[in-house]
């Protein structure tokens, strides 16, 4: 079935330090959402790319759709302690389910 | 924002026994609802896909006859693990979908923890 891939597993970032994680598919994607799940807690729905070269901006955080809609990328200008936590990207496939990247976990040291 | 709640958000049960976890959408109506379970550190694999007043379309390996789904209105599911073994302790996170959005977004309910002893 449709698999979706994230580099790096593991991320360990100075605070102030930038953070990117990436995500990649096989095959075409139909569209790909971002979460974020805080240690001990739930994810939490940050965005949703759709568009081929799509980019979404949201503060410090920047969303990239790639041109073949194979790819996907978060990247974290300036972390800081709040972003701490485990950055899913997943895909909606219509009518039926997501299906969720395995994660990048960051830790931002103060 | 859309608020969805879990219930219990802990439970402890004995091998053998059955626990039911239900899930509400609080100010939204949810046509379809999603069972997860995540093990410490991985990330979320779905169990099932729940649409009210439908049956549940269950994930391959997933026991339809152990994880019992009901969907019984827009606000309610529930997941019952039956004869819960060790193997079934885990973090069971249920999302819904906003009937009335554009059924992109999932909203997660806090989740619960099941600890089977």
């Known amino acids: 079935g449709q698999q979706v891939m994230q580099i790096p597993q593991y991320q360990h970032v100075q605070e102030g330090e930038d953070f990117t994680t990436y995500c990649n598919s096989s095959?075409?994607?139909?569209?790909i959402q971002w979460y974020k799940q805080r240690p001990g807690g739930h994810p939490v729905f940050l965005i949703q790319?759709?568009?081929?070269?799509e980019v979404k901006k949201q503060k410090r955080l920047t969303f990239q759709f790639g041109e073949a809609k194979k790819n996907s990328s978060l990247h974290i200008t300036a972390t800081q302690t709040t972003d701490v936590g485990t950055y899913f990207c997943?895909?909606?496939?219509?009518?039926?389910?997501?299906?969720f990247g395995p994660g990048t976990r960051l830790s931002v040291l103060p | 924002g859309a608020v969805v709640s879990q219930h219990p958000s802990w439970v402890i049960c004995k091998s053998g026994t059955s626990v039911k976890i239900e899930c509400r959408s609080l100010?939204?109506?949810?046509?379809?609802m999603f069972w997860y379970r995540q093990f410490p550190k991985q990330s979320l694999m779905l169990m099932a896909t729940?649409?009210?007043?439908?049956?549940?379309?269950?994930e391959q390996g997933v026991e339809k006859d152990k994880f019992l789904i009901n969907h019984a209105s827009l606000t309610l599911s529930t997941l019952t693990v039956t004869s819960a073994h060790p193997e079934d302790s885990s973090f069971y996170i249920c999302?819904?979908?906003?009937?009335?959005?554009?059924?992109?977004?999932?909203?997660f309910g806090p989740g619960t923890r099941l600890t089977v002893t």
């Open positions: 100010d939204f109506q949810a046509t379809t």
């Open positions: 997943a895909e909606y496939n219509y009518g039926q389910n997501f299906v």
């Open positions: 999302s819904a979908r906003d009937r009335s959005g554009s059924g992109y977004e999932q909203y």
């Open positions: 790319l759709v568009k081929s070269g």
């Open positions: 729940s649409n009210e007043g439908s049956k549940a379309t269950y």
């Open positions: 095959t075409t994607l139909s569209n």
